[in-house]
């Protein structure tokens, strides 16, 4: 208590004032700091999805070239009265259509005019003479899609002799683009100018398909168990111990579970939308118990109180009153879990569905591919023609992810309660 | 199994039906509604048959097989078990029309016999069911009556339905951790652990199997350069100072549209971040590093797996940040503000410190998630097992060597496939340790504020 009065701090001294000076200047800098890591990360997705969006745009169009093709003398001849569309196609490719094609490409472009047709162009013009018989006749200009090394020469990354050849044809005028129906009805192939997203896109919901028939009813049934039923006991410590470490659980580790269960346990058939779609229940089914724990919780208990009330039995109240209001809830967390499992590959490439599938899965058990397994199978192919497609299907699968989180942000909006 | 289920539906109508009649006829109420009498019959239908189709599908492909070894073209075949199966089961596809042509002409003599048998057993199979559903409802229907308690019956199925359900979790976290140690110990009996654990040589060849080549230690190695340093690196500033802005300088209407924004990062598919790393980010910095002069610069190199894993983390360590922060009491921010000292200082020298436990838990999820991360470093690291403090150099992680241990085309019991199983009881065990150790700080420390 004796001790001197502490000296009294000169406010407005310079050194106070150079003191203050700094203080503000970290203040500010503390604050760019924290905008610079806010924008950065911003910036950075920004210039992931322009990026994309910028190659893969391109994957949606298609080179095409105008051709002369004199089908008079070629002898090519079809009768639409009488034949069926798959007996004419085949009649069309029997009587040499391909070789008049590319004899046509001789004769317009010169000898390595051959080279300038891409795979789709039989296809493209069966189309075209199926559409218009009456040009068999004549000579007609038929706009065929190019090659995968014209293709992408147009698009501004090709080698130079086929950069040379774009030149030549676009001084002639022949050169035009337009949307690539192949790339959205087609499966994988080893031609990228063949090669579509349908296939993968159809295993995928084939595979979403078993996920939500194995993961949403497991999940929601452990949830409301856990929630409404379960006692305090050492069963349900492990149970719900063991919920929150699979949701942490990578998800490499799924597929090696799967691979001995699924595959050489139960002898299930590999590499289909059955095993990938219950490899990836197996992830999700957290997920959706998490959320639907939370969504039940949500309930305020006045609404079970009042049920039971009226003679509701603890089933009927669940079943009649908490889960119809719980529903928006857990169905929002269950689209998420979902989006997740729509995106993941890595469980996948061990249950053998890193294969080149030709052809959109018909079946459950048929040897299928997901989307981005067909980003990954894509991404390793050294023809510069795949790589328009690998962005183009991350585009698809993009816009698949942004429209699930879409249904559940407005399912959320629109049906969210607050009691 | 459709047919089984519509006499089910039937078995629910007639339930009810009768359960109807008896509300109406007379004046006393019975005990449960119509619908549940309807469920009660309905289970009674469904239930055993459902149970003995799955039974008969277990057992009959044996009793095909025993019939059709008794038949006397069996009797040609040949001694050796294994050239036999093969024979069977090439018979047995031409015969359920699975397979096109025959490869061994001994199998085309056996089709006929197969089918018969599978003929003669798939509709005695059938019979049974049908059987099994009718007794099963008519035993129902006979029980539906005045007093008695089809409501409690049927709830004490549901009862156990939903307990069987959250018995999936469990059966789950029991199937990783058999399927694991039983496949990792079988390794073990091939290559012992200490080799395994503390060897620094991975190669591991077709063929025989060299114990010396299955040191992991390289895998660690580049796990930990990857996903513990470069990633965090890269995640734990930009993570921490995001939400330090989010929390504490953004205005409300900002921060709305920022937070969301940011989550979408968590959203991206992994594949579409390691084309990412491969195509742009690679090149890039491989060009960079040999222009800096830097040797042995690969486009697959750890350094770019590393920063875009680290943008891919940045979400999960924000929020983690962000819960955090705002838990932190408002009394202390106040008090701190109060005092004289600038938002910065209250920042670093209040929130983050009692934050701090909080943070720490975020951060250990974040590098239990990016050691188990595979499609980056699948597509962006490389193969190779170097132990090198290079990070522009190709470097490989125990999630790359799973994936390429099991894609190749090895048989499943070979040495390679087990050590893949090896590798992920050693993912599984050092992820479920960083959870539990995280869960528990994020825990204590929520309760020392509450």
């Known amino acids: ?419 | 199994m459709m047919l089984v289920l519509g006499l089910a539906l039937v078995a629910w109508l007639t339930g009810r039906a009768k359960a109807m009649r008896l509300t109406t006829d007379t004046d006393t109420r019975p005990h449960s509604r119509p619908q549940y009498h309807g469920w009660y019959v309905a289970l009674w239908a469904a239930l055993p048959a459902l149970g003995f189709l799955a039974l008969w599908a277990a057992i009959s492909p044996g009793l095909v097989t025993g019939a059709v070894l008794s038949d006397p073209a069996a009797s040609a075949l040949p001694a050796d078990a294994f050239i036999r199966s093969a024979i069977l089961g090439e018979a047995r596809g031409l015969a359920s029309g699975t397979i096109g042509q025959g490869f061994n002409p001994a199998s085309a003599a056996l089709v006929e016999p197969y089918r018969a048998a599978m003929a003669r057993f798939s509709s005695i199979g059938i019979i049974l069911t049908l059987l099994l559903t009718f007794a099963g409802g008519a035993f129902g229907y006979t029980k539906v009556s005045h007093h008695f308690r089809a409501r409690t019956r049927v709830e004490r199925v549901v009862m156990l339905v939903l307990m069987a359900a959250s018995l999936a979790a469990i059966l789950t976290t029991f199937g990783i951790v058999f399927s694991l140690l039983f496949e990792s110990l079988r390794f073990f009996g091939k290559v012992p652990l200490v080799e395994f654990l503390f060897g620094t040589t991975w190669a591991p060849q077709s063929g025989d199997v060299r114990p010396d080549t299955f040191g992991a230690i390289p895998l660690f190695w580049g796990t930990i350069v990857i996903g513990a340093v470069i990633a965090m690196i890269v995640a734990i500033p930009l993570g921490l100072m995001t939400a330090i802005y989010l929390t504490q300088y953004a205005h409300e209407r900002v921060r709305r549209w920022l937070k969301p924004t940011i989550e979408i990062l968590a959203g991206v598919p992994t594949v579409v971040y390691g084309y990412f790393a491969a195509l742009t980010i690679g090149p890039a910095l491989r060009d960079a590093a040999v222009a800096l002069g830097i040797g042995g610069a690969s486009s697959d190199s750890a350094l770019s797996a590393g920063i875009v894993m680290g943008i891919m983390i940045i979400p999960l360590v924000s929020s983690m940040a962000d819960d955090s922060i705002t838990a932190v009491p408002r009394a202390m921010r106040d008090g701190s503000l109060a005092l004289g000292a600038t938002p910065s200082e209250t920042i670093r020298q209040v929130l983050i410190p009692a934050a701090l436990p909080g943070v720490m838990g975020g951060v250990l999820l974040a590098v239990s998630r990016a050691i188990g991360e595979t499609m980056i470093v699948v597509m962006a690291a490389g193969q190779s097992a170097n132990m090198t403090g290079n990070v522009f150099a190709s470097i490989t992680t125990v999630t790359v060597q799973i994936v390429k241990l099991m894609t190749g085309d090895q048989e499943f019991e070979s040495a390679k496939t087990l050590a893949a199983f090896a590798l992920g009881l050693i993912l599984f065990i050092v992820t479920l340790l960083l959870n539990i150790v995280a869960l528990r700080i994020v825990k204590r420390y929520r309760e020392s504020y509450e």
């Not at chain 1, 990026?51 to 003398?73: C, E, H, K, W, Y």
């Not at chain 1, 689209?335 to 995106?343: D, E, S």
């Open chain 1, 1 to 419: 208590m004796n001790s001197p009065a502490p000296p009294t701090s000169k406010w407005a001294g310079d050194a106070m004032q150079a003191r203050l000076r700094r203080r503000y200047a970290a203040e500010r800098r503390f604050r760019w700091f924290g905008f610079g890591a806010v924008a950065l990360s911003v910036g950075f997705l920004l210039f992931l999805l322009v990026n994309m969006a910028a190659a893969g745009l391109s994957g949606f169009s298609q080179t095409r070239i105008a051709v002369p093709v004199d089908f008079r003398g070629s002898g090519l001849s079809i009768n639409l009265d009488r034949m069926t569309r798959e007996q004419a196609q085949s009649t069309l490719a029997q009587q040499g259509l391909p070789d008049l094609l590319t004899l046509s490409a001789t004769a317009a472009f010169g000898p390595e005019g051959e080279h300038y047709l891409g795979a789709a162009a039989g296809a493209v013009a069966r189309d075209a003479i199926l559409g218009d018989p009456s040009m068999l006749s004549r000579q007609v200009i038929i706009d065929l899609p190019a090659a995968s090394a014209i293709d992408v020469a147009a698009k501004g990354a090709g080698d130079a002799v086929s950069e040379a050849a774009v030149a030549r044809l676009d001084a002639q005028g022949k050169l035009s683009s337009g949307f690539d129906t192949l790339f959205l009805s087609g499966a994988d192939a080893t031609d990228p100018t063949l090669a579509g997203v349908w296939g993968a896109l159809k295993g995928s919901l084939l595979t979403m398909l078993v996920t939500m028939l194995f993961a949403f009813p497991i999940g929601t049934f452990t949830a409301v168990y856990l929630e409404e039923y379960a006692p305090k006991n050492r069963l349900t410590d492990i149970i719900e111990v063991s919920i929150n470490n699979l949701a942490a659980v990578p998800s490499i580790i799924f597929g090696l579970l799967a691979l001995a269960l699924f595959i050489n346990m139960f002898g299930l058939c590999g590499g289909s939308p059955l095993v990938g779609g219950m490899t990836l229940a197996l992830m999700t089914m957290p997920v959706i118990v998490i959320a639907a724990r939370n969504a039940i919780k949500a309930v305020p208990p006045s609404i079970r109180d009042a049920a039971l009330a009226v003679g509701a039995s603890k089933v009927q109240v669940v079943f009649h009153h908490v889960l119809p209001l719980a529903l928006p809830g857990i169905l929002t967390g269950a689209i998420i879990g979902m989006a997740r499992a729509l995106g993941e590959t890595a469980p996948l490439l061990l249950i053998g569905m890193r294969a080149f599938v030709g052809d959109a899965p018909a079946g459950l058990c048929d040897r299928a591919t997901v989307l981005p397994m067909q980003i990954f199978l894509w991404s390793d192919e050294v023809d510069k023609g795949f790589v328009e497609n690998t962005s183009a299907a991350i585009i698809v699968l993009l816009i698949v992810l942004l429209s699930m989180n879409a249904i559940a942000i407005t399912l959320r909006n629109k049906f969210e309660q607050r009691w």
